[in-house]
């Protein structure tokens, strides 16, 4: 019998915080890096996907602060830290951190890459904001471990690349870089670029086959994060379009994803209806009660306050009533 795979193993829980960390370790799967690095990275561009993965991604990351499946050998990276300390600012946990080397360049190390899966937008600050911030202490870290004293000239260039499943409008199916440039302002001296351009961000934003610019490494990610694609779909999509190997155990590794995904969502649709149902019955319940009172003050002649009191309208309630009842 195959062996599962371990994007197999990752894709079967897909629910609140056990489906994020399903979803980080099926990205940092070499086969899925290896296409990520292809579309976003400048130096990855012309390569073959398969020799990004078995030649140029160092090592074996790790995922968050948790060993990505430890009891099995697969092809999923760890290695460096996920996470950079400071007695001054604290901790920054990763989602996904590693080495990559540079085609042609010869360089044992030649970027520090970091892949993060995010779900919410507007988590209350600028996603861009906390991209620079996590590139700049990729880049304050090496100090101690790439160089030390004054040898500035061994920093290596990091990546923060931010996989958004849940972009607004006009940024799904987008895919932006923002970096350092050399802008001049007074004459054109030039500096080389490799001394200046060692941070850049990298927004890779999910819309769906609705939008334009769906195809590539952004249809790939979407059929294999999302949860609308059949089990069969996705994984005929991934195999025949994209040449992502999954043994025949991925079948059974699916279908517990979308059985989840589908449980998922008809809990959020019980709990939706059992909302609807409350709120229907409060109005029906006021409704009821603005009627009782109209009743008492036309039959029993009681001024609109005395029939509220009469029915034992909570105070809180009765300004409304009596806003309901002088407007008609």
Known sequence: MDKETTI????HVTDDSAGY????RVLSEKQILARIMKSCLEEYKDQDV???AEKYIEGQPQVSAVPVLPDENGTVISGMDTEDKSVREGTVYYDIRFRAIVPGTGESIGLIINVEAQNDFYPGYPIIMRGIYYCCRMISSQH???????HYEKL??????????????????????????EEHLVGEAKEPVRNYDLLSI???????PGGSNYDGVIRMLDVLLGSETSEAEKRKILQNDYDIQMTQTMEQEVSVMCNLSKGV????????????MAKGMAKGAAENTLASIKNLMETLGLSMEAAMAALKVPEADRPKYAKQLNGQ
Do not use: H
Not at 8 to 11: C, D, K, N, R, S
Not at 156 to 177: A, D, F, G, L, Q
Not at 202 to 208: A, P, Y
């Open 144 to 150: 101690g471990r790439e160089f030390t004293g004054s």
């Open 265 to 276: 969502m008809e809990k959020a649709m019980a709990k939706g209806m059992e909302k609807g």
């Open 50 to 52: 398969n020799d990004i």
């Open 202 to 208: 990298v927004m890779l934003c999910l819309g769906g």
């Open 21 to 24: 960390d399903a979803c980080k």
């Open 156 to 181: 290596k260039k990091v990546y923060s690349i931010w996989i958004c499943m849940n972009p607004p409008k006009n940024r799904e199916n987008t895919i932006t870089r923002y970096r350092l440039v």
């Open 8 to 11: 197999a193993q990752g894709l």
